[in-house]
């Protein structure tokens, strides 16, 4: 069965500075991986996705994300937070089945604070 | 853009009392989710639908049924309301097809005294 694992519950960071939010998954065979972002009191906003291709998927808001095979990990990063992208953070995994229906499933969510 | 809407934002039940949480999205995606989130669990799937009437059990079904008569609506239904599914619950759309993205409604925060 698939599982995502984001180790970090809150990652702090200062304005200007970069920040790295982790996501390891676990899937048969070869994963889709999203990132969403939820703002207080809204639902999930989708951020980006890696299907295939190029391992660096660039998304919304100057955020990007790095896909490793072989660490199996999609963390999400961007050069230079803002106090604006304070907010939490789930990474999502689907499997490459060509049969039946498949689940999305997501981490338990990291708490991103920036501070000015 | 797609737009996922949500009947209620906050909602307070009695137990006992029967809720029904309606979701409606505009873009004619064919299937729709709900979810429930809780701090420190995650998004948990509930229910789904790939096509109208259709209906599928997601990881947590007990105590929870739904309702998919349109292909833009899906209601999710908590036959007797009880204190543990106090949570917020938020549905979600998307287009048929694994590399399709889900688009979320805003959630309604459900609690149950």
């Known amino acids: 069965a698939q599982s995502v694992a984001q180790p970090e519950d809150q990652v702090n960071v200062a304005e200007g500075n970069p920040l790295t939010v982790k996501c390891t998954y676990s899937?048969?065979?070869?994963?889709?991986l999203f990132w969403y972002v939820q703002y207080p009191n809204r639902g999930l906003q989708f951020l980006l996705k890696y299907i295939t291709g190029d391992n660096l998927v660039k998304g919304s808001y100057g955020f990007e994300a790095e896909f490793n095979k072989s660490q199996t990990s999609f963390h999400l990063k961007k050069p230079s937070a803002l106090v604006s992208d304070s907010a939490l953070y789930f990474c999502a995994v689907r499997p490459y089945l060509n049969t039946g229906f498949q689940k999305l499933v997501f981490g338990t969510g990291t708490r991103l604070l920036v501070s000015p | 853009d797609v737009k996922v809407t949500q009947s209620s934002r906050y909602l307070v039940k009695r137990t006992g009392e029967k809720v029904f949480l309606e979701c409606v999205q505009d873009?004619?995606?064919?299937?729709m989710f709900w979810y429930r989130q809780d701090p420190g669990l995650g998004l948990r799937l509930i229910y789904f639908s790939y096509d109208v009437k259709m209906k599928e059990k997601g990881d947590i079904p007990e105590g929870y049924s739904v309702s998919r008569e349109k292909k833009e609506r899906f209601s999710l239904i908590l036959e007797s309301a009880s204190t543990n599914q106090t949570s917020m619950y938020l549905c979600a759309s998307s287009q048929d097809g694994k590399t399709y993205e889900q688009y979320f409604g805003p959630g309604t925060r459900l609690t149950v005294t």
């Open positions: 873009m004619d995606h064919e299937n």
């Open positions: 899937v048969s065979g070869n994963p889709y």
